[in-house]
C-alpha cells in the first residue's frame, strides 16, 4: 500500500531490529535513508538489496517534493536512520510532515532508540522526563540551559564526544556540581558503559580517557 513507514533501526547490535521491521523494509519499493553507507551494512545484513535513496538533512528539503510524487503514484516508502527511530535527533520530521499535508498515511513502526535505555540504567528516575535531544552548539545554548535550570523532571541529552566535556561544564555551571547524572555511551554494544554519580565526579572521570562513541546524557531534575 502505498503509504510512509517510519522504520526505527538498531542503535548498535544489529540481532535488535523487529520481525515486523524486516518485513517493511523487504516489502517497500524504496528506503530512504541518512548514510547510504552505513544502511547497506544493516541491509546487507539482512539480505536486502537495492532499494536505497539517500535522505538527510543537506537534502531533504529538495528531495521531499519527489518523494511525496513518488507515494502518490502508488510507491511504498520507508524512512530510516542511521540508529534509532527516525524523527528524534535524526531526519524523519520533514517528510512525515509533508506526507501529513497530503493526506497520506504514515505508519511508524516500535523499536530502538537511546533515549530509553538511557535513562533506564541511570538509576535516576523515569517517572517523569523531558527529552531535550542535542543542544544548540552556539546560539540559543545559554537560554536552553538557563530555561532547564529550574526544571523539576528528569532530562535527557544527547551529545557527541568531542563536545561532551564542555556540555557537562556547561551542565555543572547550570545545575550545579553536586547535580546526579549518568552518562552511557556505545549501548547495546559490545563496550557498552555507563558512569553514575554528581557532575563533579563525571567531569573527572571523563577527563582521564578520551571520550568515544555517542553519549546519553540523563540529569537529575531540581528538588522539589
Do not use: Q, W
Not at 134 to 147: A, C, D, H, T, Y
Not at 185 to 211: F, H, Q, W
Amino acid at each position: 500500500m502505498a503509504k510512509l513507514y517510519i522504520v526505527p533501526t538498531p542503535i548498535g547490535n544489529l540481532d535488535d531490529i523487529t520481525i515486523r521491521s524486516i518485513k517493511t523494509l523487504e516489502e517497500v519499493d524504496l528506503i530512504l535513508c541518512e548514510d547510504t553507507r552505513r544502511s547497506k551494512k544493516l541491509l546487507n545484513h539482512l539480505n536486502i538489496n537495492g532499494k536505497l535513496r539517500s535522505h538527510h538533512k543537506f537534502n531533504e528539503h529538495n528531495e521531499v517534493e519527489i518523494i511525496i510524487n513518488k507515494i502518490k503514484k502508488g510507491a511504498s516508502v520507508a524512512v530510516i536512520s542511521d540508529a534509532g527511530t527516525p524523527g528524534i535527533s535524526d531526519p524523519g520530521f520533514l517528510i512525515a510532515r509533508t506526507c501529513l499535508k497530503n493526506d497520506i498515511e504514515i505508519e511508524c513502526l516500535p523499536g530502538p532508540t537511546a533515549l530509553i535505555p538511557g535513562l533506564l540504567v541511570s538509576g535516576i528516575s523515569a517517572d517523569k522526563f523531558v527529552f531535550e535531544g542535542f543542544l544548540p552548539i552556539k546560539k540559543g545554548r545559554r537560554k536552553r540551559l538557563s530555561n532547564l535550570s529550574l526544571e523539576k523532571r528528569t532530562m535527557i541529552f544527547y551529545e557527541s564526544p568531542h563536545k561532551l566535556i564542555r556540555t557537562l561544564i556547561d551542565f555543572k555551571t547550570t545545575f550545579g556540581s553536586n547535580r546526579r547524572i549518568s552518562v552511557s555511551r556505545e549501548l547495546t554494544k559490545l563496550y557498552e558503559e555507563t558512569l553514575r554519580g554528581t557532575i563533579s565526579e563525571i567531569i573527572d572521570l571523563c577527563k582521564k580517557k578520551k571520550p568515544k562513541g555517542e553519549y546519553v546524557i540523563v540529569v537529575e531534575g531540581i528538588e522539589k
